[in-house]
């Protein structure tokens, strides 16, 4: 009977990534949804947060105040921006 030791066995790494970062998409559909499901109007909510960087405009439902400061606003403006000229 061989011998087996942890130097045998084949590691597994797993390709889902719980601890990553959400994307800055992933971060506005969870603030929008957030949002949304407190009664807010979310486009005017997150636009009024991304011109003067006030976290107030955003709830902490769900955590979203928290997520929306993992963003750089003024990239995302820069996206928005991109976006919404190139119209893709």
Known sequence: MPISNSR???KVIS???PDA???SREILQRVYLALQEKGYNPVAQIA???L???PLYITTHNDARNLIRQMNPQEVMEELVRYYIEGK
């Open 8 to 10: 045998d066995k084949t």
């Open 48 to 50: 009024g947060y991304l």
């Open 15 to 17: 390709i889902d990534q």
């Open 21 to 23: 970062e959400p994307s």
């Open 52 to 54: 003067c960087g006030d």
